[in-house]
């Protein structure tokens, strides 16, 4: 709307006793953040007395730790500079897998500037170094106190091994699609960074000014950890290749030639191609989990971990039993699997170890729907037994536990943050699914005794 076009309006009139006579500031309390204060405040009272973290220090507290104290070599009767109490670092992490806190740079500020890793850290040095490197460096140390967590439960009564339901479920690998590479491309890349190393220490001889020894350094070791990579890439490639062969015996012979060519990763060439939930194909690892029922409780403990490069389930069965075994002492008396497991193989084997299997049979391909549990050539004894048992309600009922066991420990770990390996390589990837599985068990043993 255009002036011309506004209606006559009366020309506003004030009060003049409403008129400000002088311009008034208003008197506010603005913050003064440079001052500097003394507080007197001890980090016991930062923490409030029921908190998670005091309740986890205390269990941590009275556990045998001694082996994660083995490779200290500063005692009492030699020399040597005190190092950070094992202890702390293992706390430091428990919590921040609580927390979702999965990498060691973030837990290092989080140990400086958040009052609960403060509290646990009580002062004694630490760096994403030390942390880094506390969480990898124990795996047998940290295997144990698995063992020493589930033996507890069951010798009071608060674990029992009548159900164990096992499942995998698969982890992207800290490696991505872009990092696969072919035999051809595997060599050329080993040319290229053996060129770049040398090219490295031809420099030294002749260093650039604007670089610091520091970062030529850092150059340098890049440059070997990317040669080693490559050198394992090109090592491991016979085994992808051999598995490619298998895969393709499997298959149709119309289906062979959508096989594409053995590639390997770069970045982790320990990792593998594998389907992930949401249907894509991408480096990954498969972690593999048992879980048993607690007794009276409506919770669950993880009584074995393993992490393979394998994609599919079908002979995980026996080895996670048997690490079930070596770690209680006993064997499980029901095992409840999925489909993936069910192998005649890996029945005749759990069923031959004391362990009835339940787990869905499927139906062969242009069978009608009543010989589905009917017993089929080349099935042995404890097979055909497998396929009677569950045609029963009894048993299909029985196996219905099998979500609330394997899919709740799943998810459990994916709530923790599991979605993505950190670190590269089986042996890194183990222990930190192990320190998960470590931390959720933990958690049950304060739920099931408060």
């Given amino acids: 709307m255009s002036q011309a076009s506004l209606p006559n309006l009366p020309e506003p009139v004030t009060s003049p006793a409403r008129l400000p006579t002088s311009p008034a500031v208003a008197r506010v309390l603005r913050p003064v953040r440079n001052q500097v204060e003394l507080v007197q405040r001890d980090l016991d009272s930062f923490l409030g007395e029921d908190h998670p973290a005091r309740a986890i220090w205390d269990l941590l507290d009275s556990m045998d730790l001694s082996a994660f104290y083995a490779e200290i070599k500063a005692v009492t009767d030699r020399p040597g500079h005190p190092q950070t109490d094992p202890q702390v670092l293992l706390a430091l992490w428990v919590y921040a897998t609580v927390d979702r806190v999965g990498s060691a740079r ?33 795996r047998q140390a940290m295997d144990d106190l698995l063992t020493d967590i589930v033996g507890a439960l069951l010798h009071v009564g608060a674990v029992t091994l009548e159900q164990v339901a096992q499942d995998g479920m698969r982890v992207r690998a800290s490696a991505g699609a872009a990092s696969l590479r072919r035999k051809e491309t595997l060599a050329s890349c080993r040319e290229r960074a053996r060129a770049q190393v040398e090219q490295l220490k031809q420099e030294r001889e002749h260093p650039d000014p604007n670089i610091s020894k520091r970062q030529r350094a850092a150059r340098e070791r890049a440059a070997r950890e990317r040669l080693a990579r490559v050198e394992q890439a090109l090592q491991v490639l016979p085994q992808v290749e051999a598995a490619k062969e298998r895969q393709q015996e499997t298959l149709a012979k119309d289906k062979r030639e959508k096989v594409g060519p053995a590639r ?145 420990a799943n998810a459990q770990l994916r709530n923790k943050g599991l979605h993505q390996f950190t670190v590269r390589g089986l042996t890194k990837v183990t222990m930190v699914a192990t320190l998960m599985v470590v931390t959720q068990n933990l958690l049950r043993w304060l739920a099931i005794g408060s």
């Fill in 106 to 138: 973030r837990l290092d500020r989080l140990c400086g500037e958040h009052d609960v890793y403060r509290w646990l850290r009580g002062g004694v040095p630490v760096n994403y170094h030390t942390l880094s490197d506390f969480r990898v460096a124990h």
């Fill in 264 to 408: 390997v990763s770069t970045t982790d060439p320990e990792a593998r191609v594998m389907k992930m939930p949401d249907g894509g194909y991408r480096p990954a690892y498969n972690v593999e989990l048992s879980t048993t029922p607690a007794e009276g409780k409506a919770y669950a403990i993880i009584a074995g971990v393993a992490v393979t490069n394998e994609g599919t389930d079908a002979q995980q069965g026996p080895p996670m039993e048997e690490q079930v075994h070596q770690r209680t002492g006993e064997h499980p008396g029901a095992g409840l699997y999925d489909g993936g497991f069910a192998t005649r193989e890996t029945i005749t084997t759990l069923t031959q170890r004391g362990v009835t299997v339940y787990a869905p049979v499927r139906l062969p391909r242009n069978k009608a729907e009543g010989e589905r549990y009917q017993p089929r050539e080349g099935d042995s004894p404890e097979v055909a037994q497998w396929r009677q048992r569950m045609a029963t309600p009894e048993a299909k009922v029985i196996y219905q536990r099998r979500g609330s066991l394997a899919e709740w």
